[in-house]
């Protein structure tokens, strides 16, 4: 009953924002941020939210910000959590794409990169992908380093590289690390 009444209650305010000609990225932080908090929602139900948030914005040209980004992430995280890593890999590279893309406007916060690449990382992983896994790592932490930014994603990065020089016996380079 209550995953209705949030489907509902999202395409009214959806309908409304869309009749008064506004764009509706303005609150959508709000409700993605809902939705990825909320337990009583099953990953179908999110899912199906997501995606139709997401048609809905098809016909918006205003597409180039971190809303939209964390928009197509919460898509790829959903689909990562239902097992679908290649769908998750591809929401999570065009997440990075919208922020990269629009890098230097104010509507795009670059410090949402490193977790956007750690998180592809994780997909890379769940797909036995090394090369690929390591790679989003090293962009991971590359982009926090440039945005002299750390945050959790960003030390995991530190870590996988470290684990990984370990084990390959090149100590200099995990010390450097």
Known sequence: MRQKAFILISAVLLFTAVLQGQCPLGNLWARLVYLRESKNLSPDMKLKTLLSILDSLSHFNNKDDSTYSF???????????????????????????????????????????????????LCFAALNSVGEKMEAFDSCLTVSTRLDYVDRSSLVAVQTWVEYFFDVGDYQRCIDY
Not at 71 to 79: D, M, N, P, V, W
Not at 99 to 111: D, E, H, M, Q, Y
């Open 71 to 121: 928009l197509l992430a919460r898509i790829g995280k959903t689909y990562y959590d239902q097992g679908d890593f290649i769908t998750a890999v591809r929401y999570y590279h065009q997440s990075i794409d919208v922020l990269i893309r629009n890098a230097g406007k104010p509507s795009v916060n670059l410090t949402h990169l490193p977790a956007r690449y750690y998180y592809l990382a």
